[in-house]
């Protein structure tokens, strides 16, 4: 089975604050992903990465970054936390297969942040 | 703009009987689709993938693929109250790596 773990189930963090979210999956998956999830407006998609060192935005990152040093570990920086920062952090992996074809999902337990 | 389209419910159902979720999307090239369901406070579960039309059925869990109509359909059969939970369609995208989300459908089940 995929297991992906997630550093914190609940965090409380103070604004301004640099906030570090970790995320480790152990099934050596290529691809992995962090979401944000706020009533109403469903998953929102904020960094992805296909391979170690690389990554992409997604629909909403500013004021986030990402880091990939191993495959298995995907990190999500807050450089300043911000109120409206407050919501779900959802980590994800998936296995890209050949030829390219997106594959499933699988999440992590996630991450409720609340920043003050 | 490519879209993934769910009622957001709720849609209620009473125990035993047949329920049934519907998912719209516009990127006619999407060639993966799932259904995960997402208990209040946790995080998104896999439940069903198809890629090809018809009918895949897994337990309880049918999903029905119409690539023509670019539909995808999830019924759940002898429905019971721990199905009461949202239903997120994902449908991939051309990028290869991202799926699209529909909003998902809040289901309650009643006793």
């Known amino acids: 089975d995929v297991k992906v773990t997630q550093s914190s189930r609940y965090l409380v963090k103070r604004t301004g604050e640099k906030v570090f979210l970790e995320c480790v999956q152990d099934m050596d998956h290529e691809n992995m992903f962090w979401y944000r999830q706020d009533p109403g407006l469903g998953l929102r998609l904020i960094y992805f990465?296909?391979?170690?060192?690389?990554?992409e935005k997604g629909d909403i990152p500013e004021g986030y970054s990402v880091s990939r040093e191993k495959k298995e570990r995907f990190s999500l920086i807050l450089e300043s936390a911000s109120t409206n920062q407050t919501s779900m952090y959802l980590c994800a992996s998936s296995l890209s297969l050949a030829g390219g074809h997106s594959y499933e999902q699988y999440f992590g337990p996630g991450t409720r942040l609340t920043v003050t | 703009q490519k879209e993934v389209e769910q009622n957001s419910g709720p849609l209620s159902v009473p125990e035993g009987a047949i329920a049934s979720l519907n998912c719209t999307y516009s990127?006619?090239?999407?060639?993966?689709f799932f259904w995960y369901r997402q208990y209040s406070g946790k995080s998104p579960e896999l439940i069903m993938s198809i890629y090809s039309n018809g009918d895949k059925e897994d337990g309880r869990f049918t999903a029905q693929l119409n690539k023509a109509s670019q539909y995808v359909s999830l019924l759940i059969r002898d429905s019971q109250p721990s199905d009461s939970a949202t239903y997120l369609c994902?449908?991939?995208?051309?990028?290869?790596?991202?799926?699209?989300w529909g909003a998902g459908t809040k289901l309650i089940i009643k006793p």
């Open positions: 994902a449908v991939n995208t051309d990028s290869n790596y991202q799926l699209i």
């Open positions: 990465s296909y391979d170690v060192k690389m990554k």
């Open positions: 990127d006619r090239v999407s060639q993966s």
